[in-house]
């Protein structure tokens, strides 16, 4: 009888070992490259190029209509032919949920483009998609005809209202056509009225409480899987007792 129990506690343990070791590699897919994507895994803009043919339109989220990314690449080509500035649409599906997309972006920006002259005339539109979050990087140059504060409204309200309601395409465009208004010299069209009148009157999720519900629902399936996992290895090392 006592052996049947030890025999019994013995097992229990090992189960119980194994949930642990299961929910540390677990935890670590949901914080590692095989979820979330980190600058190094993105290629250089030559590699994207031999790949895709052009570099206007980055699309590794899989969102973007084939409708989209044509338009947007052939605003792009025309923007920088009549300006000088070059913009490029990088989406991607998630990025790490403690790194803001700012500084993903801004480290993006830095790997393609290491250097001051290189970055003058250039303009990066990011977006996560299931992150919902947005940014902007923008050279000198750009800078000069595009203020950082209106930069900033782009990414933060043309383009993270629709993206926080999984509208992607209409994020992309509607950010595509206000920097491309205001890059040709045309006053800004301002963010839509909507937008604004949502801010000032909603309570929709902010940027920060999107981030900590993604990270509560991380928890949750750990704490799951931490459950379950243990369960399930007991009763299986019982069948083949």
Known sequence: MFSNIFTAFKTMFLAVSLGAIALVFSGSLFVGSAWALQVADIPSLNEIKELNGQTWVIDDSETLSTNTQNTIAGKA????????????????KRIDMGQPAAEFAAELFDQWFPNDEAKANQVLLFL???DHRTAIQTGAK??????????VSIADETMLYPARKANYNQAVNEGMARLEAVLKGNPDPGAPLLVVEEAETSNYATREE?????STVVVVILLILATLLPMATYYWLQSQS
């Open 142 to 151: 750009a800078k000069e005809i595009l203020p950082d504060a209106i930069a």
């Open 77 to 92: 080509a025309a923007l920088a032919e009549a300006t000088g500035i070059e913009v490029r649409v990088v989406a991607i």
């Open 210 to 214: 999107t981030e900590a519900s993604s």
């Open 128 to 130: 996560a998609t299931e």
